[in-house]
Structure formats: C-alpha cells, structure tokens
Nanobody
Framework: QVQLVESGGGLVQAGVSLRLSCAAS????????MGWFRQAPGKEREFVAA????????YYAESVKGRFTISRNNANNTLYLQMNSLKPEDTAVYYC????????????????WGQGTQVTVSS
C-alpha cells in the first residue's frame, strides 16, 4: 500500500505561481512512477503530468507544457508540481497518483490516488 497526501493548493490570481506537494508513505516510493491529474467542476479527471521512478522521463499535457514542471525527491518521498503562469482554466482539484510506469500513470491506470488539493485561479 502507498498513501498519498497532497498539499499546497489555494486561491491565487492569474499569472502567479504555486507549488503542489505530494507526500508518500508506505511501500517504497522510489519504485513507483508518479503523476498528477486534475478535475474541474463538471468535467472528467484529466492527465496533467507524469514522471518515471528515476525522474529521468516526464510527460505533460499539452495544456500545461512549458508552464508546469513535475519533479520528485526520492530521498524524502515527495512529488512536486511547480505551476507557473497560472490561468483560470487551471482551476481544479489536483490529485497525486502512483503507478507502475510513467506511461501507465499517464493513462490513469494507477494503483494509488490521493484525496486531492483544490487550486483556484481567479482572473
């Protein structure tokens, strides 16, 4: 079992930056690929970013490419999402997730999910 707890969400104005964190506990964090998904009101959950267990492979949704950066620190079992130049359309609940590979994480076929953290971007 892997427990995932997100933090760092909040209410911000458009154009600013925010960093989300996901603290993992349980089975070996470094053996899992990780990722972020988000779900806006009235919409389906969508992929945001994924990272391999080593951190050498990353994937991004087109809508966030160039603005968001996913990273991980295996020494302290933490996943990050640096979000720059936030837009109102980035408003959503952001979920941390863990899976076997970055490709699998990107597909959403994941073993573990956090409870989510709300990000609200005002115009």
């Amino acid at each position: 079992q892997v427990q995932l707890v997100e933090s760092g969400g909040g209410l911000v104005q458009a154009g600013v930056s925010l960093r989300l964190s996901c603290a993992a506990s349980g089975r070996t964090f470094s053996s899992y690929a990780m990722g972020w998904f988000r779900q806006a009101p009235g919409k389906e959950r969508e992929f945001v970013a994924a990272i391999s267990w080593s951190g050498t492979i990353t994937y991004y949704a087109e809508s966030v490419k160039g603005r968001f950066t996913i990273s991980r620190n295996n020494a302290n079992n933490t996943l990050y999402l640096q979000m720059n130049s936030l837009k109102p359309e980035d408003t959503a609940v952001y979920y941390c997730t863990a899976g076997r590979t970055a490709v699998i994480v990107r597909r959403g076929e994941n073993d573990y999910w956090g409870q989510g953290t709300q990000v609200t971007v005002s115009s």
